[in-house]
């Protein structure tokens, strides 16, 4: 049975009563009992520690001091009054200072009483100083049972400021407590408990708000971190497994003429391992008879262009038609004419569906698209559009999937009675941890594996104080006939600074590498795009060596002579701006490099950053490290999904554990798919409870 105990609304708790009940709400989220139960500390503070006042460092977060209050003044400030009170325990003194409630306050305090008080310090003026100290009786707090450890609750400045501190709130707890009787009900099966060696739900719940010992703690935010996970994974799984079972898919039974003709006589190169595997990870989703839904993960350049077509052809061999939608006007339009190029002399009627598309061609195309002569449609989010309509749209295949939003994905599928098979492409590696809650209900294929030949791009990282020996390097390079870019950053294309930095730059290369020797491109956010074209033109012509620019070129630039990259103020790019800046070059036979220009002032972070970079070119290595950096609430694809909503476990941290959940409850659904056996009650009744009110179905369907 849940305790519906857990439903009340928080304004009936002993010690809240309706204005807190609000406040609550907006600060906090806390609507209910349940919500408060699982509202944890963020962490603990050991009190049985005291300390001296001439212990005090100027760094220390919060303290438990015993002393006196020696004398007590009111000091007239410029907006009301500020109660000050000395305060000395032998070792020195300090100062105990309130802003507010000086006059209820001053009436209430003991002089030459010992206290203990608890809070942060400041230092001013060679004094240290508490404001707003808790402060309890030294006979009291003798008398009271208190935990070792207290737990300190995530707060904000409003809750402060209306005076729900961290000991109301620990209070509230507490009364939490005493009116539900401490009756939890478990909600994990008994032999996961047993599996895992957890502790009991009910356990765990009151360890986590009044630790016994720093032993219980562990064991009661291990139990709970897991059962958290547990219920996402569960979630996740259960709707994966759903699709399987129940949302039929069309069954590509067969591989034809289109793929065989293409795989013997047109492919331009062989396959890589990695290639190969996906594609049959692919064949055999299609042949399932339940939908696909797969993610294909690939760095930039790993191919992936080869694998969707091949993709479609098999839908074509099976009678349906294709639609691959990427995110810009210039990706459709390099896939499609890099797919005419390729499937030139084969019977396959393709076209392309953008923004730009005339009127009377894109009439054409919905009339093919219709009546079926139309067999792959390239283009960008025109492809959702109501009026295309598909005779048979058999898979739809989606390029940078991270751009295009929940709502738009889950349009392609709306196309047919049946869903098509769905095939999602990103270059932007997503570290496996975060892929698994992501896109828990996803499958997920990885090339992990470039084409042969590439040589990787050597890195390093250099000072502005090397700057000649950096000039010298680019003028070897030029003068071997290759290419340079240089780039600035570009935080926000209105600032100024922003805008200088980079016309700064330009003139000390254009004074470094001067007329008639060296041409010099340069494109930049406030040009016309006609001129930007026309820059951009040159530089692929080869016209110029060196194309300074800010982070425009990120997307879509193939120059496969250009083989340096510069990268100035390299500490202000993210790791991703960086891996796929890099990515611009390592294009062509010749040996590639990028060059990171930082100054010496460079924080821990950007430290880091610059030497992942400079260590690996693993795209997959390099999101790891953002993750950890970041957070995942940062990292593209992710700001959509509400998995990253967690109360207590944490995705990067809590690694092995997630792992584990996922495996638990992938066994669990297995051998019990509707969550039927008596053993697994208690998930049962935990998983309806959450899924009424849950917010992580967020996914593709
Ligand atoms: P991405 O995964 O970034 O979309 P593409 O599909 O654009 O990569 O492929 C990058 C380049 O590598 C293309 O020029 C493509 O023709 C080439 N390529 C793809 N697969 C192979 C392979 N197995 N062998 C050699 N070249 C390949
Ligand atoms: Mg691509």
């Not at 609750?153 to 507490?174: A, C, D, F, H, R």
């Amino acid at each position: 049975m849940p305790n519906y105990k857990l439903n009340t609304a928080i304004a009936y708790l002993k010690g809240v009563g309706p204005n807190r009940a609000i406040l609550l709400k907006s600060e906090l989220g806390i609507h209910t009992f349940g919500d408060l139960i699982n509202f944890f500390p963020n962490r603990y503070i050991d009190r049985t520690q005291f300390f001296k006042i001439n212990q005090l460092q100027n760094n220390t977060s919060e303290v438990q001091i015993i002393g006196k209050i020696t004398t007590i003044k009111t000091v007239q400030q410029k907006r009301g009054s500020r109660l000050a009170a000395t305060f000395t325990d032998g070792t020195g003194t300090m100062e105990l200072v309130w802003f507010r409630g000086a006059k209820w306050i001053k009436d209430a305090l003991k002089i030459n009483t010992p206290y203990v008080i608890f809070g942060k310090t400041n230092f001013f003026n060679g004094l240290f100083s508490m404001p707003h100290p808790e402060m309890e009786l030294l006979v009291d707090y003798k008398k009271s049972l208190r935990t070792a450890m207290q737990p300190i609750y995530p707060s904000t400045e409003k809750l402060t400021n209306k005076g729900i501190s961290n000991k109301i709130v620990s209070k509230m707890i507490q009364n939490l407590f005493e009116e539900v009787q401490g009756d939890f009900t478990e909600t994990l099966s008994a032999s996961i408990i047993n599996e895992l060696h957890l502790i009991s739900k009910k356990e765990a719940l009151l360890n986590i708000h009044f630790p016994q010992n720093q032993e219980l703690l562990t064991k009661a935010q291990i139990r709970l971190k897991f059962e958290e996970l547990f219920f996402i994974q569960l979630q996740l799984i259960r709707k994966k497994l759903v699709r399987k079972s129940k949302i039929k898919g069309f069954n590509f039974e067969k591989v034809g003429d289109n793929f065989n003709n293409f795989y013997t006589n047109k492919l331009p190169f062989h396959l890589t391992n990695a290639q190969k595997r996906v594609l049959k990870e692919i064949r055999k989703d299609l042949g399932s008879n339940a939908q696909m839904n797969r993610l294909l993960q690939g760095d930039v350049g790993s191919g992936k262009t080869i694998v969707a077509l091949l993709t479609m052809l098999i839908a074509l061999d099976n009678g349906f038609q294709a639609a691959l939608m990427a995110p810009t006007e210039i990706l459709a339009t390099q896939h499609y004419n890099s797919l005419v190029a390729l499937l030139e002399g084969l019977n396959i009627s393709i076209k392309l569906l953008t923004g730009s598309t005339k009127t009377k061609e894109r009439r054409i195309i919905h009339e093919q698209l219709e009546n079926g002569t139309l067999n792959i449609l390239i283009g960008t989010h025109a492809l959702i559009e109501d009026k295309v309509k598909f005779k048979n749209l058999g898979i739809a295949i989606i390029d940078e999937q991270h751009r295009f939003g929940v709502a738009q994905r889950s349009k392609m599928w709306q196309k047919n009675q049946l869903p098509p098979h769905v095939l999602v492409m990103t270059a932007t590696p997503i570290p496996r941890t975060l892929a698994m809650s992501v896109y828990g209900d996803l499958d997920i294929s990885v090339i992990d594996e470039l084409p042969p030949g590439r040589k990787e791009v050597k890195t390093a990282h250099r000072y502005d104080a090397n700057r000649l020996s950096v000039f010298k390097f680019l003028k070897e390079e030029i003068a071997k006939g290759r290419q340079v870019y240089v780039v600035y950053p570009l935080i926000n294309e209105s600032e100024a600074m922003d805008y200088k930095d980079l016309m700064d730059g330009y003139e000390s290369i254009a004074r470094e590498f001067p007329l008639p020797n060296y041409q010099i491109s340069i494109v930049h956010g406030k040009m016309k795009p006609a001129d930007k074209e026309y820059e951009m033109q040159r530089f692929i012509n080869g016209d110029t060596q060196i194309m300074v620019a800010t982070t425009v070129i990120e997307v879509g630039v193939n120059i496969p002579n250009a083989s340096v990259m510069v990268i100035e103020s390299a500490e202000r790019f993210g790791l991703s701006q960086l891996h796929q800046l890099r990515g611009r070059v390592g294009r062509g036979a010749e040996q590639s490099y990028c060059i990171l220009m930082t100054s010496f002032k460079l924080s821990a972070d950007a430290k880091i950053r610059l030497n992942t970079m400079v260590d690996t070119s693993d795209g997959f290595k390099i999101a790891e490290v953002d993750l950890k950096l970041r957070g995942p609430g940062n990292l593209m694809g992710t700001q959509q999904s509400g998995v990253l909503n967690l109360c207590i476990a944490d995705i990067v941290k809590d690694t092995q554990l997630l792992k584990k959940a996922r495996a638990i409850a992938i066994d669990v659904l297995t051998k019990d798919p509707l969550l039927k056996l008596p053993e697994n009650n208690f998930i049962r009744i935990a998983y309806q409870e959450i899924s009424k009110n849950s917010t992580i179905w967020s996914n593709i369907s």
